[in-house]
């Protein structure tokens, strides 16, 4: 028993040992086109897509009917959570199936907590509750802080620290009267405990990082301009509010390597602002316009989006200078992102061999080859993980497998012992 006990010990060390983080997926969502003004109603769906960055490339895995936009993507394990404007909708990260969906008028960005699902809302209008805890899993409501608790407009992002919540406070929809303020929210007493104001130059926050102890918030002002505060969340505290670009209001920005990488739409480039000196220190030539952006820490790059907002849409890999490393086509008004990040080992005899496919997406037929010289069975599921058909091949050769009958959707190919390989019916 005791030797039975060092050999499992053993083994685990060994694979921890072997052990690594990769990104198995950057999860896209793209808010698609809403004809607003022309009375045209939803032109292009809200999408979610999955970019490969072993393979580099880009899938439309689910289409959201209903919402007219899309504006938070998280993920909680192998579970993704979606914010599309009155709904928030759940999918599984490996087949993208839906597992869930409750209405929420007016959300707006999405946080975990344990099992709780934090949600900040806002509206044209006005609503009658501006942040709200679900349970993550049944998506029942728990509790909420309404206006008379203190929090009396809409608010942007959220970050949690322990078991406190912080809140970018906006006023985003009434665009006369913006404000610049961070709520507080102690998530075991469920009290909004203060406001900290960001000043003149601090108004309308739309993304928060927080880093050693220090919350810092991107603020798009007025829409002329841009600015970065800096919070002491040990007392709560305002350090500074800098500005940081003119002309540059709805700027995408990002936390990466010490510095917080915003777009400076005066020169239609990204530029960089070092925390440690709170000072913007260069404008990276040559970068693209985005529309959205996220850090890979794993791999040392950038992801970023461009759009023209109603017919095409595009995802880059960008170097940390702000270069394009690499680009393909995704979805249009493709912005929100999240890594999925996920442990693999690299035990001896571990298979890293792959099924190869094309094209990608595809209407009628799929080419597809596996390094195997014996038989092997080769399944094809849906979104769902439902067994559509089975395929028996010597893998000598590339195989045509025929999907004109298929409906349209996200589709796998998987045989036992080879990494599978996604594709999309059109």
């Not at 509206?123 to 008379?148: C, M, Q």
């Not at 929210?185 to 880093?211: C, H, R």
């Not at 936390?255 to 000072?279: C, G, P, V």
């Amino acid at each position: 028993m005791y030797r039975s006990f060092l050999s499992c010990a053993a083994l685990a060390s060994a694979i921890l040992l072997h052990a690594q983080q990769q990104v198995h997926q950057v999860i896209v969502l793209s808010e698609g086109y809403y004809d607003y003004f022309n009375g045209g109603g939803q032109l292009v769906p809200v999408t979610l897509g999955s970019y490969d960055p072993e393979t580099g490339t880009y899938e439309t895995v689910a289409t959201l009917t209903g919402p007219r936009f899309g504006s938070d993507v998280i993920l909680d394990g192998t579970v993704v959570y979606v914010a599309a404007d009155d709904r928030i909708v759940r999918f599984d990260a490996d087949n993208y199936a839906e597992t869930g969906m409750v209405l929420v008028q007016g959300v707006r960005k999405l946080a975990i907590w344990g099992d709780k699902l934090l949600i900040t809302r806002g509206e044209l209008g006005g609503l009658d509750h501006y942040f709200e805890v679900r349970d993550k899993t049944t998506f029942d409501l728990l509790w909420s802080i309404n206006p008379a608790d203190g929090l009396t407009m809409s608010a942007e992002d959220v970050v949690v620290v322990g078991d406190m919540a912080y809140l970018a406070v906006n006023n985003a929809f009434d665009w006369a009267n913006l404000a610049g303020r961070v709520g507080v929210v102690d998530l075991l007493a469920q009290t909004y405990t203060s406001e900290i104001d960001l000043g003149a130059n601090g108004l309308n926050p739309e993304k928060l990082f927080v880093v050693d102890g220090v919350l810092h918030t991107f603020n798009n002002k007025d829409f002329s301009g841009s600015s970065i505060s800096s919070i002491e969340l040990a007392g709560a505290a305002l350090n500074y509010t800098n500005d940081v670009a003119s002309n540059s209001g709805c700027a995408a920005s990002a936390y990466a390597d010490e510095k917080i990488y915003f777009m400076e739409y005066s020169q239609n480039e990204l530029a960089r602002y070092d925390i440690a000196t709170a000072s913007v220190i260069d404008t990276l030539s040559g970068s693209p316009a985005v529309y959205g952006l996220t850090e890979d820490p794993i791999n040392g790059v950038l992801y970023a989006t461009t759009t023209d907002f109603f017919s095409t849409g595009e995802f880059h890999v960008l170097g940390m200078d702000g270069q394009v490393q690499s680009t393909v086509p995704a979805a249009v008004s493709a912005g929100n992102m999240v890594l999925d990040i996920r442990l693999s080992t690299s035990l001896p005899g571990a298979s890293t061999q792959r099924i190869t496919l094309y094209p990608n997406p595809a209407t009628e037929e799929v080419f597809f080859s596996i390094p195997s010289a014996g038989p092997v069975n080769v399944d094809l599921l849906d979104a769902t993980g439902r067994l559509v058909r089975s395929v028996a091949t010597l893998c000598t050769t590339t195989q045509r497998l025929a999907i004109g009958d298929l409906s349209p959707g996200c589709y796998t190919l998987r045989a036992a012992g080879f990494v599978p390989a996604r594709f999309t019916k059109q």
